[in-house]
Each structure stands twice: as structure tokens, then as C-alpha cells.
């Protein structure tokens, strides 16, 4: 069973930093892009930023400067490193990859969140 498996979320003051992973497990040939989304209270999921698999990176204009996606092809891990928080990047955030199995078939795959809290 092909699945993402987040880790890092938490709670930290304004202005500090977090860095979130997600993994992807099972019998994957290859995965082509990879992001993390978000979901905050009373509100829809929004993108927070997104990698193909050469690299190339698109942001949300309210991450820009702050947070940064990278990945790690080898091992089919995605990070997000998160500075300079505001209390308004309060949400649960979601980890979405598009996997292509052993079986060559495409999956679209959701991670199970991570609470992201800014508070002080």
C-alpha cells in the first residue's frame, strides 16, 4: 500500500521556525510532483508551495521569503522549512504527492495533516 506520512508539526511563538517531513512508502517507481497544503479554521485548503521532481519550486505569495520546499528524490521525502511564523500560518497542514506505482498506474496521495500552531 502505497501512503505519506507527515511528521513536525507543533507549537511555536511568532517569528519562530518549524520544518515538516513527509514520506512516501510502498512500491513506488517514481513520484513527479510533491507540495504541501494547508487548512486553517473555518477556511478552504489553500497551496502553500510545490516541487516537481527536477526541482523547480512554486510558492504562495503569503509564504514567499519564508518557507522553503525541498525534497530528497532517493529516498521520496518532501520537506517544508517554515521561518519567520505568523500567527496566520496557524492551520493543518497536508502533505499531496503524484505517484506512479511498480503497476505504472497514477495515484494522487494525501498525507493525515500536521497541526501547525503560531501562538505566543
Known amino acids: 500500500q502505497v501512503q505519506l506520512v507527515e511528521s513536525g508539526g507543533g507549537l511555536v511563538q511568532p517569528g519562530g521556525s518549524l520544518r515538516l517531513s513527509c514520506a512516501a512508502s510502498?512500491?513506488?517507481?517514481?513520484?513527479?510532483?510533491m507540495g504541501w497544503y494547508r487548512q486553517a479554521p473555518g477556511k478552504e485548503r489553500e497551496l502553500v508551495a510545490t516541487?516537481?521532481?527536477?526541482?523547480?519550486?512554486n510558492y504562495a505569495d503569503s509564504v514567499k521569503g519564508r518557507f522553503t520546499i525541498s525534497r530528497d528524490n532517493a529516498n521520496n521525502i518532501v520537506y517544508l522549512q517554515m521561518d519567520s511564523l505568523k500567527p496566520e500560518d496557524t492551520a493543518v497542514y497536508y502533505c499531496?504527492?503524484?505517484?506512479?506505482?511498480?503497476?505504472?498506474?497514477?495515484?494522487?496521495?494525501w498525507g493525515q495533516g500536521a497541526l501547525v500552531t503560531v501562538s505566543s
Open positions: 510502498g512500491r513506488i517507481f517514481r513520484i513527479n510532483h
Open positions: 516541487i516537481i521532481r527536477g526541482g523547480n519550486t
Open positions: 499531496n504527492a503524484l505517484v506512479t506505482k511498480m503497476t505504472l498506474t497514477q495515484l494522487e496521495l
